[in-house]
């Protein structure tokens, strides 16, 4: 909810309030489907929808403040998930490889084949450890935007790519329902948009580096 009478700077100008589901004027229009998936994100619609003060949450004009705190852990959340699904796609291209056999041979034995498991290694590993990173420093009560933004990139590339190869390896299988690759797909094509999309995360993230050297100092990778 905007609210203009709260003042300052312009993030300082929303707040959040509670409407509970049976409120007069409260419409729910439609469930919307994402990519053919129906998960609960909903149309909604207010219509001279009146609460009493009491629903308001947290103190006025900090609903963009609030929504914040929750956006950084949230995107480590989103991105343990995604190490989760990761390994899963993994395991079943993996498990495809050794059990799908092509010109007289299973398709483990194919150099190419052996590049997507390479890649996907790397990537899953690299996602990994810098999920690790990003934990730990809000652990230790660190700013850390520049390691959230990084991996909520890095973690939904990588998520989209590894299911990508896994449904490579299965060919037209991979198409199907038969696997739970084709799901898996449309999910993680979601992720490099909700919670913030990939540009505007490469944006805050060079623009908060770039920063640091315009104030004369630099980037310690080692002292993060």
Not at 106 to 128: C, G, N, T, W
Not at 175 to 185: A, C, E, N, S, W
Not at 194 to 200: H, S
Request: hydrophobic share 40%.
């Amino acid at each position: 909810m905007q609210d203009r009478a709260a003042g300052g700077a312009p993030h300082l100008a929303f707040s959040m309030i509670l409407v509970p589901t049976d409120t007069p004027g409260y419409t729910i229009v439609r469930e919307t489907p994402v990519l053919g998936l129906s998960g609960a994100h909903c149309e909604v619609r207010y219509d001279d929808v009146r609460v009493p003060s009491a629903n308001l949450l947290g103190p006025r004009g900090q609903g963009f403040v609030i929504a914040q705190r929750r956006l950084g852990p949230g995107r480590i959340f989103h991105c343990m998930r995604w190490l989760g699904q990761a390994q899963r796609a993994f395991d079943l291209m993996c498990g495809r490889l050794h059990a799908r056999s092509a010109f007289g041979e299973p398709l483990a034995r194919k150099q190419l084949m052996r590049q997507h498991v390479f890649d996907s290694y790397a990537e899953i590993q690299s996602a990994r450890l810098l999920t690790l990173h990003a934990a730990h420093a809000m652990d230790a009560g660190q700013d850390a935007r520049v390691e959230i933004g990084a991996i909520k990139v890095v973690g939904a590339r990588m998520l989209h790519n590894v299911i990508d190869r896994a449904i490579q390896v299965y060919g037209a299988a991979g198409l199907t329902p038969d696997t739970p690759l084709d799901r898996m797909y449309r999910h993680a094509r979601a992720g490099r948009i909700y919670d913030g999309p990939d540009e505007v995360h490469v944006d805050s993230v060079g623009r908060r580096i770039l920063g640091a050297y315009a104030a004369g100092g630099n980037w310690e990778f080692g002292l993060r």
